[in-house]
Antibody, heavy 117, light 110 residues
Framework: EVHLVESGGGLVQPGGSLRLSCAAS????????MDWARQAPGKGLEWVSY????????YYADSVKGRFTISRDNAKNSLYLHMNNLRDEDTAVYFC??????????WGQGITVTVSS | QSALTQPASVSGSPGQSITISCTGT?????????VSWYQHHPGKAPKMLIY???TRPSGVSDRFSGSKSGNTASLTVSGLQAEDEADYYC??????????FGGGTKLTVL
């Protein structure tokens, strides 16, 4: 069964850093691009970042460019999101997703990130 | 990055059909066939319903269908069922090498 499980969320102060992980199983991880998306409390879905299977193309939303870094370790079937200089508005549930034609055909359950002093 | 435009809410009775629109520009919806639709029950993982404008992933009911005309994509849900009550989102690839979601539409089954 295809499965994505996020981890690494929690409470962090403004200006702080956090690294999210996404463990993939049940499919050939190296064959797929991957994405991160998020949903702030009471808001809609927001795409965050995209990485190709070989990491040769990486894209970011303007709202996180320069602060977040997406990466993957194909040997560990894992996707990461390094988040620096966190702001209150980064508070959200973060989802990792398997890429399909610039969509996401499999989603994790999500992990909560709270930025607050 | 401005979101794609969706109606905030739609409603229908069981057995009826509803359509949700998703309006963008020639830089996203109108310029590429990379439009996807998702169903999201709060607290759960979103579920892809449609990709490439009108293609259903394996296992998705054929009650869900997608189309596009110009800068507007549409999702039609036919034979409404109680379990269809959820939030629905469209997304599209955008010329700036980004992906943009719509603001979301709450579907109420009366």
């Amino acid at each position: 069964e295809v499965h994505l499980v996020e981890s690494g969320g929690g409470l962090v102060q403004p200006g702080g850093s956090l690294r999210l992980s996404c463990a993939a199983s049940g499919f050939t991880f190296t064959a797929y691009s991957m994405d991160w998306a998020r949903q702030a409390p009471g808001k809609g879905l927001e795409w965050v970042s995209y990485i190709t299977s070989s990491s040769n193309r990486i894209y970011y939303a303007d709202s996180v460019k320069g602060r977040f870094t997406i990466s993957r370790d194909n040997a560990k079937n894992s996707l990461y999101l390094h988040m620096n200089n966190l702001r209150d508005e980064d508070t959200a549930v973060y989802f990792c997703g398997r890429g399909l034609q610039y969509g996401m055909d499999v989603w994790g359950q999500g992990i909560t990130v709270t930025v607050s002093s | 990055q401005s979101a794609l435009t969706q109606p905030a809410s739609v409603s229908g009775s069981p057995g009826q059909s509803i359509t949700i629109s998703c309006t963008g520009t020639s830089s996203d919806v109108g310029g590429y066939n990379y439009v996807s639709w998702y169903q999201h029950h709060p607290g759960k993982a979103p579920k892809m319903l449609i990709y490439d404008v009108s293609t259903r992933p394996s296992g998705v009911s054929d009650r869900f269908s997608g189309s596009k005309s110009g800068n507007t994509a549409s999702l039609t849900v036919s034979g409404l069922q109680a379990e269809d009550e959820a939030d629905y989102y469209c997304s599209s690839y955008r010329i700036t090498n980004t992906i943009v979601f719509g603001g979301g539409t709450k579907l109420t089954v009366l």
